[in-house]
Structure formats: structure tokens, C-alpha cells
């Protein structure tokens, strides 16, 4: 495993908040190994254009794919990305308002994509994508064939220019707004997987894989 | 309300997928209104950056909110921005690898955001984009004062470039897969809100407020 700290480019040096900067490698892993889409952006004709989408990590390289015919991959080669993936874990809530915040983690990740031609980093780029959205899918369902993989472009893009942003904790008021009679206090937000519904077309007697069912929160129905 | 469809400007019609394309205004709301943080993404010395932030809505126009020393929101005046909101749903879990995805929702505004400087606008904009949070807030904790409202800066878009996708419902295999011993289906994903944690430093005898208390949601503790 690479334990070299993250790096420290004018863009991933915190200008603001810079208590909430992490410069460790495994702090970057995490945030990303932990999200499920992230959202890529582009420069498209000098515009941004911010795409979510779904990504993989192996080792040091992100990987994010999409159809051939796609667009907003097709910015990709010629220039910059900047891949951003965000978990939002709570709500601040302050005494005063301007001190509501969110806990949140967060990694930004820039750099020129490449496209990748070598068919096993290809294969290995696709099983990527898929364990990070769902562990166990690979193997559990059909591979994908040759015309298949044609049809899909996979780019990976390096982790060596990268920022990762943490705020966690209870809010922080003005010393003297602690004596308002004002609740003040965190209240986390998370992401469940809920009860699988199983497709009207499946052939009888399949059962929910234990992969899939393992996941699932039973949570009541929101109010 | 605005009930005029949806732009269709080049970047706002879909190139692929273009089934999952909504053009109707509400679907736009409906986006924006379940949110909690967007994607912003704007061009810094020509690349692109994607940083998480809080918004608010108001009629047609999107809020966004940072200090006024930071360099993310110092972009923005000066060129275009494009803010997406996403909502995962589901993960679509197909027989083929090459038919996953996700069940989502999406929304992505273009357009040169302007600094707003009307008083009135300035706390209208941040009342929004805290009630985006917690709705009830703005009225149950301390307002800005005139030194925190100058510390502020409140940015404006207008919605009238957007595009909005959705993809729901059952995953679509290949004709001949549907024989294969594979499960298939949608597993739901939702954020949920969890018991909030009062501050330690709280007001002894001051109680969670109902408009946050009810939106907590009971789930069990993650395996």
C-alpha cells in the first residue's frame, strides 16, 4: 500500500478550514472506498459540466467508465477532471445560524484521465466499479462479452493530485450564544439499503444472494 | 409557479439515454427540494473543480452560500458554473454486469451566477438555503448580525438552463439472459435522519425542537 501523504498542489492546499484538511493516503481511501457515485466534472467547450457517476479504486487509480458514444467521457482525454466524492454524515446545527454547518467527508481528486486499452485492466477496471457499488456482484452475475466491452470506454485517472476534507463534531457557537435558550446539536444523516425487491421477471425459486441481503437496514417507511 | 418546459439547449438535451429526460419544470423543483448539498463545479485557470456545498431555492433561482474569502465562490462571478443535485435511489442489480445501474435522479443547472447585494435578497437566499437543511431553523435560532452577514457571500443562478434524468424502476436484461439462474432486482437506497445528539455544552432543560425530532427516523445500529 502507498503511504506517501497526499500531495500538496496549490489546489489541494487548503485555503480555508484548514483544520479540516487530511494529508494522509488511508484518509483518501477511505473517503472513497466508503461512496458508492462520485461526481465528475468536465470542461466542456470552456464550460464545467458535473456528471455523477459510478467509480472503482485499484490501488492508486480511480476508474470510471461509460458508453463510447458518451460525451461527457469524451471531454475526458483531452484535458482535466476533477473528481469529487462527497459523504454527508450530519447536520450542525448551531445556536446562531451562521455557525450551521454539516459534517460531511469529502475527496477531490484532479488530473488528465487516460483511456484504458490493455483488456485486463479493462476487465479490471469494469470489476471495480461494480464491487464498489455492490461487493459480490462480479462473480454472482454474467460477465460481460466482447461486444459488450466494446461498447464500453473505461478511463482511469491517478490518485497523486488529490485533497481530502473532513468536518466532524458538534456545532461551534459564539461563546456568547451558549447562555440562548437555543437546542443546538448534530444530527446525523445516513445513507441504508433497504429490502431488495426482487425483479417480476425472475425465474422462480432464485433467492436474494447473501451478498445482497446482508446489506439490507430494515427501516420503517418515512413519515 | 414557472410552468415553461424545461431549456433545450445543446448541452441540456440528452445525447444518450434520452428516455430518462424529464422537460418539465416540476421535475426540476421536485430535484432541488429533496436535496441537501449540490455539486458545484466551476473552471479555475482552465480546469475544472467540484466542491459540495449547501443551496437553497427560490422560485427560479438556485442560492449558494461560502465566505467571502473563498476562492471556490471567487470563480464563480467571473465565468459559468453548472451545479448538479443527484439522488441515489437504488442499485440496479441486472443478470448481465453490462446491464447494472443505479435508479437515480438528477438535475444539472448552467448558467453565470450573479453576487447578490440587495439586503433583502441576501437574507431571503440564506434563509433558504438553511430551510433546504432543516426546515424550521431560520426562525428557531439566532439571525446573522451585520458583522456575520458581511462575512458572507450569497450567489445567484438562475434555473433556466437545466436538465433533469431519471432513471427508475426493474433492471433490463438481454432477452436470453432472463433464463440464466441469476437474481435480479433493484435493492432501494435512502438517506435517513438519525437521533440527534444534543450538544454537550447544551442548556440544561432545553428539548430536541419538533421539526427536528420528527424527522428522525429509528434504524438499527450498521453491522
Known sequence: MNTTP????????????????RTERADLYDVLDEGMICHLGVVVNGSPRVIPT??????????VHGSTGASSLAAGPAGEVCVTVTHLDG????????????NYRSALIFGVPRQV?????????LRAIVEQVAPGQWDATRQPNRKELAATTVM????????VKVRQGPP???????ALD?????????????EPVSDAKLKPG????PHIATRTTSVPAPQ
Chains 1, 2 share one sequence.
Open 156 to 163: 482511469a485517472l491517478s490518485l497523486e493530485e488529490a485533497s
Open 117 to 125: 486499452t490493455d483488456p485486463e485492466e479493462r476487465l479490471a477496471g
Open 182 to 194: 437555543v437546542w443546538a446539536g448534530v444530527q446525523p444523516v445516513r445513507m441504508v439499503f433497504e
Open 206 to 209: 432464485i433467492p436474494v444472494p
Open 54 to 63: 459510478a467509480y472503482g479504486r485499484v490501488g492508486d487509480t480511480l476508474y
Open 172 to 178: 461551534i457557537d459564539d461563546d456568547e450564544d451558549y
Open 91 to 102: 447536520l450542525v446545527l448551531a445556536r446562531s445560524l451562521f455557525h450551521h454547518s454539516v
Open 6 to 21: 497526499l500531495s500538496s498542489t496549490a489546489r489541494t492546499s487548503l485555503g480555508r478550514s484548514r483544520e479540516r484538511g
